[in-house]
């Protein structure tokens, strides 16, 4: 909503066996301050993915969310090439999909899971119970900006998103 706050109505690939993805439409829809509309695209195979690609040019939405999901993540060069063809601002759940070329990523970084799994690792190994251990959720998320996406999308990304990302593609 920072990088376009005029927009209103958001394309979303999201799988509906994903309870995560689930969870998040929910909350989404309960959520008083965010004024968008989505409109989800259930996308289990290629056929889903094609169908809603064509859906989402056809009734010209004004951005593109992709929720987190194996699909869509294996499928992150293909969903990133379609909104840049496209010129859909989208934003993805995963830096992986900026490095593909996308414009913006806010989600759970993994480097840091991987760190904390480590811990865990550690401790185990030292002779703690597994079952003794706490369940930890993420902590750490990240937000990555790719600038030159944005400008070809003639997108002005607002200093107020710049600042906080933790890295900025140039």
């Known amino acids: 909503m920072e990088l376009d ?12 066996a994903n309870d995560s993805n689930v ?11 965010l004024r968008a509309t989505l409109q989800p695209f ?9 169908a809603a690609f064509q859906a989402i ?5 004004e951005g593109l ?28 759940p995963l830096r992986e999909f ?19 799994a480590a811990d865990y690792v550690d401790k185990i190994l030292k002779g ?3 079952s003794d251990l706490p369940v930890e959720l993420p902590t750490k998320f990240e937000l990555v900006v790719n600038v030159k996406a944005a400008k070809a999308l003639n997108l002005a990304v607002p200093a107020s998103v710049l600042i906080r990302a933790d890295e900025v593609i140039e």
Do not use: C
């Open 65 to 92: 969310l992709v929720l987190i999901d194996q699909f869509t993540i294996s499928q992150r060069k293909r969903v990133v090439n379609f909104a840049s063809e496209s010129k859909i601002p989208a934003v993805y």
């Open 98 to 116: 900026i490095l593909a070329g996308g414009l913006v990523s806010y989600g759970t970084s993994f480097s840091d899971l991987h760190r904390r």
């Open 42 to 50: 259930d996308v289990r195979s290629l056929d889903d993915l094609e």
């Open 128 to 130: 703690a119970k597994p």
């Open 5 to 16: 706050p005029h927009v209103t109505r958001i394309a979303t690939l999201w799988n509906s």
């Open 57 to 61: 040019e056809r009734e010209r939405f």
């Open 23 to 33: 969870a998040f439409l929910h909350d989404w829809h309960d959520h008083p301050m």
